[in-house]
């Protein structure tokens, strides 16, 4: 009798040992987990007691997997949590979950394990609510963050993909908070490269940018508030490269989409105090490339009161350059778009005048006005020299300039209009301030028609 009980214990300890044995190894865990997964899937009606057990299961296994470096379980074990969160078994705060097991893996320096569970986010997030999306895409840019910390770049450029997945879809229907949350990560993940000066994964997470193609305003608003940041952080860390590859984006976004007014009136001021922020180093050249770039849309848009709101933000500009720096070799970097833009007015009036609608003028007497008081500015900041002999020491800084557009006779004719314009209308000045017989005067290349016309007489 004793024999008997003492065999029936040992039995079952035996049969207990042996369960232990097998359920703590990973393998048979993962095949138990199946068995029960398939089994509470094929139910009509899902209990959530069991549900939740199930969940919590699956979890610390692929967080043991983690803990003993089974690469080859925790792949499994993964697989096995795509399959419950394609089956709808996702429980609240699902994705803050899967976020700390993303984690867990890159502090565990297992970042192929933790990306490969960022791809169970794709079936997590297709049974979410808007709000849900939103706090997913948000715990998505911290997985970023970690990545960047860890130095695993193919970590962030995948977090990009998995928002661009959620944003790119194909559906009027999708929340502008959901774009607008995306966005915003993607602004991050964007800084985050210009920081390790990786110029790969920003290149393709711009360009994805650029393909946005959403008309309404809150989107576009939101799409200049990221070109915007980025631009910033590339003045700051002064990347030439990364600098024409923003501007380019930003180029290729406006002409892919028809903003509206203010869009393009916030382009200008944001710009404005970028190019004011980058004339404040006398070695950068971006300053007067933002110019340019916004002579270039205005061009374009062929809009009277968006090419007086460019030429003011330029002419700021310019001033600033000129109060910052001591010469006017420094300063001219700043100034040459704008000097640039109204020589290729000025060309272009006298060519095309019979065809004119009047604007081009306006535009050409707004820039020319703005040119006059800049240089009015440094002869009085000089103390030593007259407005004309400013407009002398521009005209040879601009035939000097190894980057100069347009010949050298545009150059000085435009110069020539200038003074004419300024001998008009700051006619005191003038008579005391100009330099007889000087290079920019001789020979005259306006003739008595072109300066009777353009009111200059």
């Known amino acids: 009798m004793q024999f008997g009980i003492g065999f029936l214990f040992s039995l079952i300890g035996g049969a207990l040992l042996l369960r232990w044995y097998f359920v703590r190894r990973l393998d048979w865990r993962i095949k138990v987990l199946t068995i029960k997964?398939?089994?509470?899937?094929?139910?009509?009606?899902?209990?959530?007691?069991?549900?939740?057990?199930?969940?919590?299961?699956?979890?610390?296994?692929?967080?043991?997997?983690?803990?003993?470096?089974?690469?080859?379980?925790?792949?499994?074990?993964?697989?096995?949590?795509k399959l419950a969160l394609g089956e709808r078994l996702a429980r609240s705060n699902e994705s803050m979950r899967l976020m700390a097991l993303a984690v867990a893996?890159?502090?565990?320096?297992?970042?192929?394990?933790?990306?490969?569970?960022?791809?169970?986010?794709?079936?997590?997030?297709?049974?979410?609510?808007?709000d849900e999306r939103v706090v997913a895409i948000e715990q998505l840019t911290l997985i970023a963050m970690v990545a960047l910390k860890a130095r695993y770049n193919?970590?962030?450029?995948?977090?990009?993909?998995?928002?661009?997945?959620?944003?790119?879809?194909?559906?009027k229907r999708l929340e502008k908070k959901i774009i607008s949350a995306g966005l915003r990560g993607l602004r991050i993940i964007g800084v985050m490269a210009l920081r390790r000066h990786?110029?790969?994964?920003?290149?393709?997470?711009?360009?994805?940018?650029?393909?946005?193609?959403?008309?309404?305003e809150e989107i576009a608003k939101a799409v200049v508030g990221v070109l915007n940041e980025w631009l910033h952080r590339v003045i700051k860390i002064e990347d030439q490269a990364m600098f024409l590859l923003v501007?380019?984006?930003?180029?290729?976004?406006?002409?892919?989409n028809e903003l509206s007014d203010n869009i393009y009136d916030l382009v200008v001021l944001e710009w404005q105090n970028l190019a004011g922020t980058a004339a404040l180093n006398p070695r950068s050249r971006m300053a007067a490339e933002i110019i340019d770039f916004l002579l270039t849309i205005a061009e374009k848009r062929v809009n009277e009161a968006f090419w007086t709101l460019v030429i003011s933000a330029t002419a700021k500009t310019g001033r600033l350059a000129v109060s910052q720096h001591d010469d006017i070799e420094t300063s001219f970097t700043t100034l040459y778009p704008l000097l640039d833009a109204g020589r290729r007015m000025l060309s272009a009036e006298l060519k095309f005048h019979k065809t004119s609608d009047g604007l081009r003028e306006k535009v050409l007497f707004l820039i020319v006005r703005e040119c006059v008081m800049i240089a009015s500015l440094i002869a009085r900041k000089d103390m030593t020299s007259s407005t004309g002999e400013v407009f002398g020491k521009?005209?040879?800084?601009?035939?000097?300039d190894p980057q100069v557009r347009g010949?050298?006779?545009s150059i000085k004719k435009f110069c020539q209009f200038l003074i004419l314009y300024w001998m008009k209308y700051r006619h005191r000045q003038?008579?005391?301030?100009?330099?007889?017989?000087?290079?920019?005067?001789?020979?005259?290349?306006?003739?008595d028609a072109e300066k009777e016309r353009l009111g200059l007489t």
């Open 105 to 130: 893996a890159l502090r565990a320096k297992q970042p192929d394990i933790a990306s490969h569970i960022l791809d169970a986010y794709k079936p997590l997030i297709r049974n979410l609510s808007d």
């Open 407 to 409: 010949s050298q006779k």
């Open 394 to 400: 521009l005209y040879y800084c601009w035939i000097n």
């Open 154 to 171: 193919f970590m962030i450029a995948k977090v990009a993909d998995e928002i661009f997945t959620i944003i790119e879809q194909q559906d």
């Open 247 to 256: 501007l380019q984006l930003c180029l290729h976004y406006i002409d892919k």
């Open 37 to 81: 997964l398939g089994r509470l899937a094929s139910r009509s009606k899902l209990n959530k007691v069991q549900n939740i057990a199930l969940m919590r299961s699956i979890y610390r296994c692929i967080n043991d997997c983690i803990v003993q470096n089974n690469h080859t379980a925790a792949y499994q074990a993964v697989d096995l949590l």
């Open 430 to 447: 003038a008579r005391r301030g100009m330099v007889e017989h000087s290079d920019i005067t001789e020979p005259s290349l306006l003739t």
């Open 198 to 216: 990786d110029e790969a994964l920003f290149r393709e997470i711009s360009l994805r940018v650029g393909n946005l193609h959403y008309i309404d």
